[in-house]
């Protein structure tokens, strides 16, 4: 799929060829991924808590750079649940400030290992808190914390260079 995406880009380099993540750090970032010519970015999806230690993340960081390849953590979340982060199905709604250090927890984490992230999933209305609830609502509980943890990473440098791709 990614030879057939950069043949149809006919050379131009001004768009990267991405990877779609998979429910794991360890399926996301595949070696057949780091060793495909055509893919550019590794998109990494975990929720599994340990996913998100540097220290799981510095191998990955590490096998990109030699392969020529860039990594984001394209989706991870805090659950809004007690039960293990990557069971987020059921149980009791965590007391905020336990969830808020989490999510200031894991961020701070993934900044430190150098991967740029992007947050599971962001409404711009009231979170209702169903099914696999990783939400944030604006606004809403939670959201300072997440707001702070982005603020920060923004300060942060990140082990892959994107600068000729932002606006």
């Known amino acids: 799929m990614a030879d057939a995406i950069k043949s149809n880009l006919k050379g131009n380099t ?6 779609g993540g998979g429910s794991f750090l360890a399926t ?4 057949e991924y780091l060793e495909c010519g055509s893919i550019d970015v590794v998109a990494i999806h975990a929720y599994g ?3 998100y230690e540097a220290s799981a993340l510095a191998p990955y960081v590490q096998k990109a750079k ?8 394209q989706e991870w979340g ?6 293990p982060n990557n069971g987020c199905t059921y149980g009791n709604a965590l007391d905020s400030n336990t969830r808020n250090a989490n999510i200031k927890k894991w961020a701070s984490s993934i900044t430190a290992a150098g991967i740029p992230w992007f947050y599971w999933q962001i409404l711009p209305n009231k979170d209702p808190h169903q099914d696999w609830d990783y939400e944030i609502g604006i606004g809403e509980e939670n959201w300072d914390a997440l707001k702070a943890a982005s603020l920060q990473t923004g300060q942060a440098n990140a082990a892959f260079d994107f600068s000729k791709w932002l606006l």
Do not use: E, P, Q, R
Not at 66 to 73: D, E, F, I, V
């Open 28 to 31: 996301s970032a595949l070696d």
């Open 14 to 19: 001004n768009i990267l060829v991405t990877t």
């Open 78 to 83: 805090a659950c809004y649940t007690d039960t």
């Open 66 to 73: 030699n392969a020529g390849k860039k990594l984001t953590m």
């Open 49 to 51: 808590a340990g996913d």
